[in-house]
């Protein structure tokens, strides 16, 4: 045994084709395999909660969607009984769908608006951590709270905009926000508006801090003006904080939940019905899970459609650019 | 990271205010949350008013303020409650001759806090 | 003419900022004023300021209980998230057949929101039995994508000569990872307790649809339960408010850059 050792060493450098490479081969495979058996345990937690979180409901919503399910009877299969209900006879997800594409057409609104305060923030303005500060600070809280905020400044009595419209003269009776047919679902974009164009701000401004100095400096050289360089430059090389903007908008129309539900509760007659609340109230209102089921697999066709059309928007590849 | 640098981070020192201050606030209710309620009763004269019935009200969770005790005004006008277990409670004053006095509604800072009133309760003289 | 644009920039900043504050100063003003608060036309400044509908609210409804139920729901949420995304992190760091069949996986659970999910999702906490129990509030949240590839990315940053003494050591992967890859990894740890506890702390759908029973919801349930049944005319509900989102700016302004840098790094993954 002592000797053995010294006997392999010796004859892996040699080219001696007996015992050696066979049993280097087997302890490399096996310290293959007990690499990979480590890796697996490694990622089984999270795949495990993604696999029953994410990609199982996926793919649960689908089988639900064709059948008729109730947690008492066994399910029957339906075909698209269930779609059929949902495109010719149900008035609410129809309603629920242009409220859900308005909120969505309302963000490009929003991301200009932080782009501007980016670009604001982004020079060497002084106390400009202070302003990105104040900005940001409505993202990071509770948008059941944030709901429950706005619902008190459109109040028609004690609200701070009803109380600056009436003061200053632009109107005679207060306007009921939150209960008017027209106002409501413009009310809860605003406020939605005003709690996420902080993360806008803060994409927008990393994109701005890596787009590279030197392009700017070439393009003073050869005398562009500053709007050139804005749309010629700036734009293109934010292409990829755009995209990360544009989905995050489309992925507000749904987390809009909370505050729907705390400021309207749907709506006047659904007028701020979004089709996650829609969804909401059919399946654990009604308790109709194999309708909600479809009605989210339509829901998140939409979210796929527009993504790709927004990838489609900006050039294709996300937005990302090839270096120079 | 160093012990002095684990001390002076603000991840430890802000926590450790809210604990502190937590432990303190904890501490001194609890020295002074007996329940006691003491005042005195004035006529609208400012002479005491010996024989007046008191009546502690409690409020509860709909803004209605249920009678929890009452209790009379000995010869100097003064008046003691030791039960009260509420964090806002009324004090309604009736004079020996019938007539009732203006309502006090008392806000506490914490349940069955201790509290003295500062300004006596009045009640009005009868007008014979 | 430098000095016009740069006075004219920081007015026009501040008044972006009294547009984003002006929210919080409106509810702020209502919670400590003694008036009635439809009164039209409201006051700018409180009358008679105090502090009493805080204590209201305290005792009026179970603020404790909503806020230990929040901070235990998201402490189990941090400590899972911790230790789940560290350890598919680091499995990522290695080369295996089939990584980018699970790169893509993890990366196509990110375009899956949460509210795509909720009826299955309650139907599965259901089968495991875990419904109106703080593990079932807890279990969606324990993992994040974005938080393992933060943790990838700082892995992946540290020279694999350290992970190779270490194995001539003979210390097995699991004390690797512990011992000498989580330590030089702090920021990255930083910004997985960060993101994890704001996202588990403000979460109002899954509360919503796993608790049944009034003890077991939390703190923003607590708020809209609180709506509903509420309606005096003193700023009791919006003391409510401000003490439920006072922890949330204050975690918030402790650990700002962290949870900008999760964000954007996140972000940059796509």
């Known amino acids: 045994m002592n000797t053995a050792p010294p006997q392999r060493a010796g004859a892996a450098g040699s080219a001696d084709a007996v015992a050696p490479p066979a049993r280097a081969a087997d302890w490399y495979r096996r310290k293959r395999t007990r690499e990979a058996m480590l890796v697996a345990c490694f990622l089984l937690p999270s795949l495990m909660i993604f696999f029953l979180y994410r990609i199982l409901p996926l793919g649960w919503n689908v089988i639900l969607s064709f059948e008729y399910w109730s947690p008492l009877k066994a399910a029957r299969f339906a075909g698209l009984d269930n779609y059929a209900e949902m495109f010719l006879e149900d008035d609410v997800f129809w309603q629920a769908l242009?409220?859900?594409?308005i909120f969505i057409l309302a963000s490009p609104i929003a991301i200009l608006l932080a782009l501007a305060v980016a670009l604001a923030v982004n020079s060497d303005l002084k106390g400009a951590a202070i302003y990105r500060t104040i900005i940001f600070l409505s993202y990071p809280l509770m948008s059941v709270a944030v709901g429950i905020v706005w619902r008190w400044l459109y109040d028609e009595r004690g609200g701070f905009i009803n109380f600056v419209l009436r003061g200053t003269g632009l109107i005679k009776e207060p306007i009921p926000?939150?209960?008017?047919f027209g106002w409501a679902l413009p009310s809860v974009i605003l406020a939605d508006i005003w709690q996420v164009v902080g993360f806008y701000m803060i994409i927008l401004l990393t994109g701005l801090q890596s787009i590279p100095q030197h392009l700017y400096e070439a393009a003073r050289i050869d005398g562009a003006p500053a709007s050139a360089r804005f749309l010629r430059i700036t734009l293109p090389m934010l292409r990829p904080s755009l995209f990360i903007c544009a989905v995050i908008g489309i992925l507000n129309s749904f987390t809009a939940f909370d505050l729907v539900y705390v400021m309207t509760g749907g709506g006047p007659a659904h007028a701020t019905e979004l089709l996650v609340t829609h969804i909401y109230n059919m399946g654990f209102g009604e308790t109709r899970f194999d309708y909600a089921a479809a009605l989210t697999v339509v829901q998140f066709t939409l979210l796929v459609i527009l993504t790709f059309l927004a990838n489609r928007a900006v050039g294709g590849n996300a937005g990302s650019v090839e270096s120079a | 990271m160093s012990t002095r640098a684990i001390l002076t981070s603000r991840f430890f020192v802000v926590p450790a205010i809210?604990?502190?201050?937590?432990?303190?606030?904890?501490?001194?209710?609890?020295?002074?949350a007996h329940g006691e309620v003491s005042g005195k009763v004035v006529r609208a004269d400012g002479a005491p008013a010996r024989g007046a019935t008191v009546i502690l009200y409690e409020r509860n969770l709909t803004s209605h303020f249920l009678e929890k005790t009452r209790t009379t005004t000995d010869a100097a006008g003064e008046f003691r409650f030791?039960?009260?277990?509420?964090?806002q409670i009324r004090l309604d004053t009736i004079g020996p001759d019938g007539r009732q006095g203006p309502p006090r509604i008392l806000r506490l800072w914490f349940a069955?806090?201790?509290?003295?009133?500062?300004?006596p309760l009045v009640v009005s003289p009868s007008k014979n | 003419m430098r000095r016009r644009s740069h006075i004219l920039r920081h007015l026009v900043m501040a008044l972006v900022c009294a547009l984003m504050l002006i929210p919080f100063y409106w509810v702020a003003k209502t919670a400590v004023t003694n008036e009635n608060i439809y009164a039209y036309p409201p006051r700018i400044l409180p009358l008679k300021p105090h502090l009493y509908n805080f204590v209201d609210v305290w005792y009026l409804i179970p603020f404790a209980r909503y806020f230990a139920n929040s901070v235990i729901v998201s402490l189990i949420a941090v400590a899972g998230n911790i230790v789940f995304n560290a350890a598919a992190g680091y499995a990522l760091t290695k080369n295996f057949a089939g990584k980018r069949i699970v790169v893509l996986l993890f990366l196509s659970c990110?375009?899956?929101?949460?509210?795509?999910?909720?009826i299955p999702a309650y139907l599965v906490s259901a089968r495991l039995g875990v419904l109106n129990?703080?593990?079932?509030?807890?279990?969606p949240l324990l993992s994040t994508i974005v938080c393992i590839f933060v943790f990838k990315a700082a892995f992946e940053a540290i020279p694999a000569s350290l992970q190779q003494a270490a194995r001539i050591d003979g210390l097995g992967e699991l004390r690797i990872l512990f011992r000498i890859m989580l330590p030089l990894a702090k920021p990255a740890i930083a910004t997985n307790i960060i993101l994890s506890f704001i996202w588990s702390w403000n979460a109002f759908l899954w509360p919503l649809i796993i608790t049944r029973d009034v003890t077991m919801q939390t703190l923003p349930l607590g708020l809209a339960r609180f709506l509903a049944y509420v309606e005096d005319t003193t700023g009791a509900l919006y003391a409510f408010v401000c003490m439920v989102l006072l922890p949330g700016i204050i975690v918030f302004l402790m650990a700002q850059k962290e949870f900008i840098r999760g964000l954007t790094s996140g972000a940059t993954k796509g």
């Open chain 3, 110 to 118: 990110m375009l899956i929101p949460f509210q795509a999910t909720i």
């Open chain 1, 98 to 101: 242009t409220n859900t594409l």
């Open chain 3, 133 to 139: 129990s703080y593990l079932g509030l807890a279990l």
């Open chain 2, 18 to 32: 809210a604990i502190a201050t937590l432990i303190v606030w904890n501490l001194y209710v609890a020295a002074h």
């Open chain 1, 177 to 180: 926000f939150l209960q008017s």
């Open chain 2, 82 to 87: 030791n039960d009260n277990r509420s964090h």
């Open chain 2, 112 to 119: 069955a806090q201790d509290v003295d009133l500062r300004r």
